[in-house]
């Protein structure tokens, strides 16, 4: 498993598919957990692990969402949060992990 996180819109998408021709690819991984944790209730821990269990090779792709101004909607601090929780999984189980700042990979595992 490989994981690419970025803000939005700084390539982590294209410098995945730069690195990694092949997929499987899970863009927007930040939305797949949003609709886990708010819309199906799991727990964004939980879910992690049964995705990395089920993706073993996954290339994941997904936006930072922690930085910032706190929302003041309690729904999106929950959000933030579950991604957070989530995205610990994953780079902890990840191969590499690679930060995406203005197009230029920045390998931090």
Not at 4 to 26: K, S, T
Not at 37 to 65: T, Y
Not at 66 to 72: I, L, R, S, T
Request: net charge negative; with cysteine.
């Amino acid at each position: 498993m490989k994981l690419y996180i970025g803000g939005a819109w700084q390539g982590q998408d294209v410098l995945a598919r730069q690195e990694n021709p092949e997929g499987p690819f899970f863009e927007d991984f930040h939305e797949t957990v949003r609709r886990a944790v708010l819309s199906e209730g799991q727990d964004p821990r939980v879910f992690a692990e049964d995705f990395c269990a089920a993706h073993p090779d996954a290339i994941v792709i997904a936006n930072e969402v922690g930085a910032g101004v706190v929302p003041m909607a309690a729904e999106d601090r929950t959000f933030r949060e579950a991604v957070g929780r989530a995205l610990c999984v994953i780079a902890g189980k990840a191969e590499t992990v690679t930060r995406c700042i203005c197009g230029i990979g920045v390998r931090i595992k």
